[in-house]
């Protein structure tokens, strides 16, 4: 026990409390009256002052900031175990956790805090919670596991996306939980890869529990740790399902257009060369006969019979128009077209079609339009006769002065319309696209037992349409 700790106001039994104070690791002060009148070195080392420049200064100087409740301080102007933001000397700010212990200083009553810099832990905290929120929000299936491919992180929206909840699948090895078929690439090549460059970039393909294959497209990394020994892998997942198919359904569509133009021209070359060319050979042949013969009488005669052919011709050419192009809109307008259809296709069908058209039909619908909608009639009452064997089908059109509606509705055997269809089905993929091209939209409504119902409703030029 030397003088100077006597001076210093330890008494002989404190001697070890000194040495623990002294040589603390964590920063420890003594306070008196808010006066900061004693220091360990610890405390100089963190907050950057020297023992003179710290004793001269008072509690409050250290904080940042004012305490929020000044009734809720001690002597020392901590409340016990508070965090504050203190202030170093060279401006930083640092956050302390402060533990408060009354004692007796040179024979006054004190506070000796001990410090406790919590900044670290408060970042890794935020940090923390930031990352919490980006995964919840992430509308990509984020997903982690060790380096054995046991799964430690699931997202919401990888929750969403392969239809597991977290609880099932954290723990698990991640071949159990993915049934995985990889695009373009073997999975070993894919693993290869990732464990080669730690990184892989690709599309691959995952059937859910509930039987739904989806596409998916993936980037995943690997994880290290600071000595670059590997953690494991965090993947970003993307379903593109919806974008794969709709890609599917336009090449489809595309090659059907191509074929069906093909199978157009095919036709329309038949009909000239067995009917058109043929006919106009035999003009060709008549009207030399008429250019060779002798007297008038054999004359008139060779062009009466060029007249019956040119007539046949004549014919032949309006059919092969009318092939090219639903002619009876031109003549009847679509009510009265849609009617005839609905009339024929009853008459072979053996079930009941009517008509109702409410509305005014005049003007014209644009030709266009027209021709659109009475294709969708004719591919919803194929359809009917296809797949539904109903009693009645019923078509309804209604105009007003900004928008069409066609209501194709059959009382037969109805489907799951929230089935995704296969690319081959084109006929209800046709159809919207039909009413899209038109600035309108269809909705198909039917289940099992109960009949459809397509709606389709398109806008009238130069109006907007009332529907939604
Ligand atoms: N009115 C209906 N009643 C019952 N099922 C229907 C009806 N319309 C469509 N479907 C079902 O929806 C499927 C898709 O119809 P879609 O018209 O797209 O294709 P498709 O008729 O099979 O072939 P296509 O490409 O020749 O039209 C049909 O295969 C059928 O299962
Ligand atoms: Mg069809």
Redesign the pocket.
């Known amino acids: 026990m030397t003088e100077e700790m006597v001076e210093a106001g330890w008494s002989d039994a404190q001697a070890d409390c000194r040495r623990v104070f002294e040589e603390n690791s964590h920063p420890m002060w003594v306070v008196e009256d808010l006066k900061l009148v004693d220091v360990n070195q610890a405390a100089l080392l963190h907050y950057g002052y020297a023992r003179d420049e710290f004793l001269g200064m008072t509690i409050d100087d250290l904080a940042a900031e004012k305490p929020p409740q000044a009734g809720a301080e001690t002597k020392s102007g901590h409340a016990p175990r508070a965090v504050w933001r203190h202030r170093r000397k060279d401006g930083s700010f640092i956050d302390v956790e402060v533990t408060s212990f009354a004692v007796t200083f040179r024979g006054r009553p004190a506070s000796l805090d001990s410090v406790l810099d919590v900044s670290y832990r408060r970042r890794t905290e935020e940090q923390t919670r930031y990352l919490e929120l980006l995964l919840a929000t992430v509308t990509d299936a984020v997903v982690a596991s060790d380096d054995k491919f046991v799964l430690t992180g699931w997202n919401a929206a990888a929750e969403s996306t392969y239809g597991r909840r977290a609880e099932e699948v954290l723990g698990q090895p991640d071949a159990l939980v993915f049934r995985t078929d990889f695009v373009g690439v073997q999975r070993a090549e894919a693993i290869k890869r990732l464990l080669e460059t730690g990184r892989f970039h690709g599309e691959l393909t995952h059937r859910r529990n509930d039987g739904k294959r989806i596409h998916i497209e993936s980037r995943a990394a690997a994880l290290f740790d600071s000595e670059g020994k590997r953690l494991g892998y965090v993947s970003v997942n993307r379903d593109i399902t919806e974008r794969r198919y709709a890609e599917e359904t336009i090449r489809a569509l595309l090659s059907?257009v191509l074929s069906a133009q093909e199978e157009e021209r095919r036709r329309i070359a038949r009909e000239l060369h067995d009917d058109t060319a043929q006919t106009l050979t035999s003009l060709l042949v008549g009207l030399r006969a008429v250019e060779q013969s002798q007297d008038l009488g054999q004359a008139l005669g060779a062009a009466s019979t060029l007249r019956g052919l040119v007539s046949a011709a004549l014919l032949g050419v309006q059919r092969m128009a009318r092939g090219l192009r639903p002619s009876v809109l031109d003549d009847l307008g679509l009510e009265e077209a849609l009617e005839r259809l609905g009339l024929e296709v009853s008459r072979a069908q053996g079930f009941v079609v009517d008509l109702h058209s409410t509305g005014p039909r005049l003007p014209r619908l644009p030709e266009g339009l027209e021709i659109a909608l009475y294709r969708m009639a004719q591919?919803?009452l194929?359809?009917?006769t296809?797949?539904?064997s109903?009693k009645a089908v019923s078509i309804l059109i209604h105009r007003n002065l900004t928008e069409v509606r066609l209501v194709?509705e059959?009382d037969?055997?109805?489907?799951d319309?929230s089935e995704i269809?296969?690319e081959?089905?084109?006929?209800?993929?046709?159809?919207r696209e039909r009413a899209h091209l038109a600035g309108g939209s269809m909705t198909?409504e039917?289940s099992p037992g109960n009949?459809?119902t397509?709606c389709v409703s398109v806008p009238l030029p130069g109006k907007k349409s009332s529907a939604s």
Do not use: C, R, W, Y
């Open positions: 059907d591919e919803a194929t359809n009917a296809k797949h539904a109903p194709i059959d037969g055997k109805g489907f319309a269809l296969s081959t089905q084109l006929g209800l993929v046709g159809m198909v039917s009949g459809t397509i």
